[in-house]
């Protein structure tokens, strides 16, 4: 199943099957989902937005696609979000590319404007308070998958507007001097073997975090490689997957819940 190590201690394996019960912890709420859009500086991002249908004042989560971009398998995790009781953004920081050819996204991804991209991203923040289901006292979270991982990293290093990251298997890599900015606590997801993002990567962004004395909480998955929690419900996995998505989905959630007081 799935190691977790909080800064040293074994953080325990919680029952994957209550991944969907609650706000924070998911309850099958009826959500609405909708095109998005805002502008940062004059500059416009294409968004995706996820939300329950009722309520206010709910946290807000900005959500991080790696390099294919605003895919189904993103706009289905923002469903999964509000689902779970958060309302849910996913900027398009990729300007629209969803290269089909590895190849190409590769070349989208390593052209991409970094300063640029996390700009709209702290953006996005903004709009989410902005919005009468958050509202501007309510507290915001971030989450990125691989590309998107290292963006919210620096999202969370370059601004004050989160209160929480959540990152999956980060490939790129903030220079270390960039985590001093950071003053949330972090939630990390890693695959024993993800080949992207391998253990000595890990190990090194780790040390940087305890140097820095950062807070974060890192849980690795065994068997797992890269983007293992990047499906959709209906997709056709092994068994093992799914149950390290699912409990990292679960994992995610209570540490929202429990860091934006969801």
């Known amino acids: 199943m799935a190691e977790a190590r909080d800064n040293g201690g074994d953080a325990g394996v ?24 805002y502008e940062t500086g004059g500059v ?11 309520g206010t004042a709910r946290a807000g989560v900005v959500l991080l696609s790696g390099m294919g971009g605003l895919t189904w398998i993103q706009r289905e995790i923002t469903r999964r979000y509000a689902r779970a009781g958060f309302v849910a953004l996913s900027p398009d920081f990729m300007g629209g590319e969803l290269p089909d050819d590895r190849t190409v996204r590769l070349h989208a991804k390593n052209s991409l404007d970094v300063t640029a991209a996390v700009a709209g991203i702290i953006g996005g923040a903004a709009f989410l308070r902005s919005l009468p289901w958050v509202g501007e006292g309510a507290k915001l979270g971030i989450m990125g998958f691989c590309l998107g991982g290292g963006l919210a990293l620096l999202a969370a290093a370059r601004s004050d507007a989160f209160a929480a990251a959540i ?7 903030p220079d270390e001097r960039e985590l001093q900015g950071i003053d949330c606590k972090l939630q990390c997801h890693y695959g024993t073997e993800d080949h992207s993002t391998p253990r000595h990567e890990v190990e090194a962004f780790t040390r940087a975090l305890e140097a820095l004395g950062k807070s974060h909480e890192l849980h690795w998955y065994e068997g ?24 990292s989905y679960q994992r995610s959630f209570a540490f929202l819940g429990d860091e934006l007081g969801a």
Do not use: C, W
């Not at 919680?14 to 859009?37: C, E, F, M, Q």
């Not at 416009?44 to 009722?54: D, I």
């Not at 990152?167 to 890599?173: E, K, M, P, R, V």
């Not at 797992?224 to 409990?247: C, E, K, N």
């Open 44 to 54: 416009y991002t294409n968004a995706f937005l996820a939300r329950p249908e009722v």
């Open 224 to 247: 797992m490689g890269h983007s293992f929690a990047q499906i959709t419900p209906d997709s056709q996995v092994p068994d093992d997957q799914r149950a390290a998505a699912d409990l």
């Open 167 to 173: 990152i999956y298997h980060q490939s790129l890599f």
């Open 14 to 37: 919680a029952d994957p099957g209550a991944a969907d019960k609650g706000p924070g912890t998911g309850d099958g709420l009826r959500i609405v989902s909708l095109h998005a859009g």
